[in-house]
């Protein structure tokens, strides 16, 4: 009877159902890349990265004025109705008067000169060299005005357009001012605030995290038991964020160059595959630091902003070699292989050899520092909730 109510013994699972576990670092890169970019494509996530990728372009877009709208606004010689009302009121102070077919063919010849002169040579120009062609132009469409006006006007006449030609040549001169014109709103954008302070900013925030946030949903044990170091956890996961980086920031900046292409901002073709290479070493070498500044301290994004300014910003522009040390330095002269980029902002190309190591070498460091700090430091999660 005992025998009957006793449970039958299972039969063993034959040697070739067996499933042998084999943890590799491949199969770990691939399984913490799931728990990377699945999250983020969640539906309750995605019209957040939707207008977050189209914030910036939208904004670029409005900004940045069209050739039509710019011509419009920002004429190199102004109105030529203006200028003849002028010669026109001086000839009348000197008892001098325009007839009313004098008066139409100075409009004619003004406009024609006028219009002439607002054709810009193409390719890039600094704002320094864009200002001395702008001085010399003015001067040469008045010297053009000159021998037509001759035409139209009496000997006295011609005599006081000399003197007015003379003093609206001085004063439009003057008025010029170094500027980029009509592509200075999109280069700001691109470069000083989307390259230089929103791409750092977003690595070292996507990266800083990757062990605290483990330490806040308490997972951080749980992975440790896995069959790898910690070094090689924090490196895969590293790996993982950044690839994930790259997609959306490259994404990013493809809509940064649709917004100026529908601008119709010059040499963008050859800028963009410049840009995106540099991009990909600013990624690596932004993320490695904020991984590194994420097992230091809990506040790694103020500890940030403080390095920016010390290292990047302080040292950065000392003139001396100390300012290799700043990676901005050497994400510059990568950029300035482009010749947009270096008559726009006067940067200099050389030292190439030099950025890429030290870009490199920045990147195994802070990796390196990261590392060390994630083997031997002990985190405890009551301990870092409380901080």
Same mark, same amino acid.
């Given at each position: 009877?005992?025998?009957?109510?006793?449970?039958?013994?299972?039969?063993?699972?034959?040697?070739?159902?067996?499933?042998?576990?084999?943890?590799?670092?491949?199969?770990?890169?691939?399984?913490?890349?799931?728990?990377?970019?699945?999250?983020?494509?969640?539906?309750?996530?995605?019209?957040?990265?939707?207008?977050?990728?189209?914030?910036?372009?939208?904004?670029?877009?409005?900004?940045?004025?069209?050739?039509?709208?710019?011509?419009?606004?920002?004429?190199?010689?102004?109105?030529?109705g203006t200028a003849v009302n002028e010669f026109a009121g001086r000839l009348r102070r000197a008892d001098l008067q325009l007839r009313p077919e004098q008066r139409q063919q100075l409009v004619d010849i003004f406009s024609d000169e006028f219009a002439r002169s607002q054709v810009l040579p193409p390719g890039p120009r600094s704002p320094e060299a864009d200002a001395t062609r702008q001085k010399d132009e003015i001067k040469a469409c008045y010297e053009r005005i000159q021998p037509r006006v001759q035409t139209v006007l009496d000997e006295a006449q011609?005599?006081?357009?000399?003197?007015?030609?003379?003093?609206?040549?001085?004063?439009?001169?003057?008025?010029?001012?170094?500027?980029?014109?009509?592509?200075?709103?999109?280069?700001?954008?691109?470069?000083?605030?989307?390259?230089?302070?929103?791409?750092?900013?977003?690595?070292?925030?996507?990266?800083?995290?990757?062990?605290?946030?483990?330490?806040?949903?308490?997972?951080?044990?749980?992975?440790?038991?896995?069959?790898?170091?910690?070094?090689?956890?924090?490196?895969?996961?590293?790996?993982?964020?950044?690839?994930?980086?790259?997609?959306?920031?490259?994404?990013?900046?493809? !809509?940064?160059?649709?917004?100026?292409?529908?601008?119709?901002?010059? #040499? =963008? +073709? /050859?800028? $963009?595959?410049? %840009?995106?290479?540099?991009?990909?070493?600013?990624?690596?070498?932004?993320?490695?630091?904020?991984?590194?500044?994420?097992?230091?301290?809990?506040?790694?994004?103020?500890?940030?902003?403080?390095?920016?300014?010390?290292?990047?910003?302080?040292?950065?522009?000392?003139?001396?070699?100390?300012?290799?040390?700043?990676?901005?330095?050497?994400?510059?002269?990568?950029?300035?292989?482009?010749?947009?980029?270096?008559?726009?902002?006067?940067?200099?190309?050389?030292?190439?050899?030099?950025? !890429?190591?030290?870009?490199?070498?920045?990147?195994?460091?802070?990796? #390196? =520092? +990261? /590392?060390? $700090?994630?083997? %031997?430091?002990?985190?405890?999660?009551?301990?870092?909730?409380?901080?």
């Amino acid at each position: 009877m005992i025998d009957q109510l006793e449970q039958p013994t299972r039969p063993a699972t034959p040697p070739d159902r067996i499933v042998t576990l084999n943890p590799t670092a491949l199969r770990a890169l691939s399984g913490i890349w799931l728990f990377t970019w699945r999250p983020q494509l969640a539906w309750r996530r995605l019209p957040t990265l939707f207008l977050g990728l189209l914030a910036l372009p939208i904004v670029i877009y409005l900004t940045t004025p069209s050739p039509e709208g710019w011509s419009q606004r920002h004429t190199l010689l102004g109105n030529p109705g203006t200028a003849v009302n002028e010669f026109a009121g001086r000839l009348r102070r000197a008892d001098l008067q325009l007839r009313p077919e004098q008066r139409q063919q100075l409009v004619d010849i003004f406009s024609d000169e006028f219009a002439r002169s607002q054709v810009l040579p193409p390719g890039p120009r600094s704002p320094e060299a864009d200002a001395t062609r702008q001085k010399d132009e003015i001067k040469a469409c008045y010297e053009r005005i000159q021998p037509r006006v001759q035409t139209v006007l009496d000997e006295a006449q011609f005599a006081q357009f000399q003197t007015f030609a003379r003093r609206s040549t001085a004063l439009q001169q003057q008025r010029v001012r170094v500027t980029w014109g009509r592509t200075e709103p999109f280069y700001h954008w691109l470069i000083d605030f989307y390259f230089f302070v929103i791409l750092p900013l977003q690595c070292v925030r996507g990266t800083g995290g990757l062990i605290r946030d483990e330490l806040q949903s308490d997972t951080l044990g749980f992975l440790l038991t896995r069959p790898l170091s910690r070094a090689r956890l924090l490196i895969l996961k590293y790996l993982t964020q950044t690839a994930w980086l790259q997609i959306v920031l490259a994404v990013e900046t493809l !809509l940064i160059f649709a917004a100026g292409g529908l601008r119709q901002i010059p #040499a =963008l +073709a /050859s800028l $963009l595959p410049l %840009f995106l290479a540099v991009q990909l070493l600013a990624v690596m070498v932004w993320s490695a630091l904020g991984v590194c500044l994420g097992q230091a301290t809990k506040r790694y994004m103020a500890l940030a902003l403080l390095y920016g300014l010390i290292i990047e910003t302080g040292i950065g522009r000392i003139p001396t070699n100390i300012n290799t040390l700043s990676m901005i330095r050497h994400l510059k002269v990568l950029l300035s292989h482009n010749d947009a980029i270096e008559t726009i902002y006067q940067w200099t190309n050389q030292g190439l050899p030099l950025s !890429l190591t030290a870009l490199s070498l920045a990147t195994i460091l802070f990796l #390196a =520092l +990261a /590392s060390g $700090l994630f083997t %031997f430091i002990e985190y405890h999660h009551t301990v870092e909730m409380q901080k």
